[in-house]
């Protein structure tokens, strides 16, 4: 799947070779904004959660998803302010504790914070897929199906955590009326 998407930013790249830049358009101004605001919050609770977790694997995708997430608030701030675009307010991170001293009922437990990651992550692919099918420009594309090709990727590990702790919600399954049962 991954090598397909690389497949497609290679050829939104080369189309977009000696192509005039025009000006950002409204729709996309409000999508990098958009997604620099969901990511720039993302990362005050990415602290939040290394706050008040103690399990080691999770302790490691909160940090992967931090990482990330402050790489591409970079990309996305030089990008914006390249364009003239206003960055938004966003809230400050909070200071470290210690998460056994933190009070139960304000505590996150491991299940809240991976399934916050996985709504996240959903989230994030989501809106990059339908941001790179509202583009105009190319560079606009390629930036979003990079950041969407890098959420696809941690999603999937994210995924086999949950799993192996029972923290995914899985929907009920659906059963026809008129199946036939196995006997």
């Not at 799947?1 to 977009?16: C, D, G, Q, R, Y």
């Not at 709504?119 to 606009?140: H, L, M, Q």
Request: hydrophobic share 40%.
């Amino acid at each position: 799947m991954i090598k397909v998407i690389e497949t497609i930013k290679s050829m939104i790249k080369l189309s977009a070779d000696g192509e005039p830049k025009a000006p950002l358009h409204v729709g996309e101004v409000m999508a990098l904004w958009t997604l620099l605001t969901l990511m720039e919050e993302a990362v005050v609770f990415y602290g939040v959660f290394l706050n008040t977790t103690t399990d080691e694997e999770l302790i490691k995708m909160i940090e992967e998803a931090k990482t990330a997430t402050e790489e591409t608030v970079l990309k996305l701030k030089e990008f914006l302010a390249g364009e003239g675009v206003p960055l938004p307010p966003t809230s400050e991170e909070k200071p470290k504790s210690e998460p056994l001293e933190v009070p139960f009922g304000v505590r996150f437990s491991d299940n809240e914070i991976a399934n916050f990651l996985s709504v996240k992550t959903a989230t994030y692919i989501t809106f990059c897929g339908t941001s790179v099918s509202e583009s105009v420009r190319n560079d606009v594309s390629t930036l979003f199906l990079t950041f969407m090709t890098a959420v696809i990727e941690y999603s999937i590990r994210l995924k086999s955590l949950m799993i192996q702790r029972s923290w995914l919600k899985v929907p009920p399954y659906f059963q026809p009326p008129g199946l036939p049962k196995n006997t």
